[in-house]
């Protein structure tokens, strides 16, 4: 495995998005690899973190991929969205969006935001000649509705924008790390 200095020397030549796949990957339940955290480290710009699971872990080459894709409005959610699509039609794979409204907020957006936003992801596979299935989950908590959905749905990649958080260990918030511990299908966190 290649040190966080070697990764910066590597960052330098202008790379725009590193994507880090590991044996290891996951350390305990709910937390990366320090391996993942060290290549991580090294590495300033977008990053992609894929943790393979399930069918796509045993057979990569033979599995039919089916994406479900959580957005909720924001740009890393957006940028998830992007590389959903992008695998997509690459693969051929079926791709679900998924508006994940917020339980325990006070102000909830309208169903017209929440329809807004799951049309400019439906305009955006469209763009590449993909079909796209949606769906809207709400009052429970975001890492419950993403399970509950890829369950309903037999998706077996979950593609989900995050932020990385301050902190020596790598941390993309609390819906990753539930998602990390609880989901039996591969995950692919994108941050930028």
């Known amino acids: 495995m290649p040190k966080p200095d070697a990764v910066a020397a590597e960052a330098e030549k202008g790379y ?7 044996d290891k990957t996951v350390a305990r339940d709910n937390e990366f690899h320090d391996d993942v955290t060290k290549l991580a ?7 992609a973190v894929a943790d393979a699971r399930d069918g796509l872990l045993d057979e990569p080459l033979t599995s039919r991929l089916s994406i479900l894709v959580p957005v909720n409005g924001t740009d890393v959610s957006r940028r998830a ?42 305009r955006l596979a469209e763009t590449y000649g993909l079909q796209i299935k949606t769906a809207v989950r709400s009052e429970i908590a975001s890492d419950q509705a993403i399970l509950k959905e890829i369950a309903r749905r037999r998706n077996n990649l979950i593609v989900l924008g995050v932020g990385r ?14 998602l990390l511990e609880k989901s039996d299908k591969s995950l692919l966190f994108v941050a930028s």
Do not use: C, H, W
């Open 81 to 122: 969205a992007e590389i959903a699509v992008a695998v997509a039609r690459t693969n051929r794979a079926s791709l679900t969006a998924l508006y994940v409204a917020q339980a325990g907020t006070k102000k909830r957006r309208s169903r017209e935001a929440e329809e807004a936003i799951l049309k400019d992801v439906a």
């Open 16 to 22: 725009g998005l590193m994507i880090v796949g590991l």
């Open 41 to 47: 480290a090294g590495f300033e710009g977008p990053i």
């Open 165 to 178: 958080r301050p902190g020596e260990k790598l941390f993309f918030g609390d819906t990753a790390a539930a």
